[in-house]
């Protein structure tokens, strides 16, 4: 499975353990491939289980990216704030020296 980038394989091995499989001694170690009801099954609860990981995942990215995002944000926005402040003040000395200069050419 591809997630964010990143490739993961995993293995599963399933253990079928039951008093109500009819066979007796090692006969329940092998269930051979004509089981399909037993192979649809198990398929079903590893897609149920892939399910639910992906959902949880999903939202452990979600809050690392809010983290993140938390964190950029109160690193610049002091940051921009000061230069926008430094702008305005620059352009309300200039408005004042403006006006000034042209009150002392009347």
């Known amino acids: ?12 091995f ?3 353990v039951s008093t109500k ?15 399909s009801s037993i192979k649809d099954a198990v398929l079903r609860a590893i897609k149920g289980c892939c399910s639910q990981l ?3 995942l999903a939202g452990r990215q979600q ?3 809010r983290a993140e995002r938390k ?11 000061r230069s926008i402040a430094a702008v305005l003040r620059k352009a309300t000395e ?4 403006f006006s000034d200069d042209d009150d002392s050419d009347n």
């Open 71 to 81: 964190r950029k944000l109160e690193k610049y926005v002091p940051m921009v704030a």
């Open 14 to 16: 399933v253990s079928i």
């Open 54 to 56: 992906k959902v949880k």
């Open 21 to 35: 499989i009819p066979f007796k001694g090692t006969g329940k170690e092998y269930i051979g491939n004509e089981a």
């Open 94 to 97: 200039d408005r004042d020296s």
């Open 63 to 65: 809050l690392r990216s």
């Open 1 to 12: 499975a591809e997630y964010m980038g990143a490739v993961d394989r995993i293995g599963v």
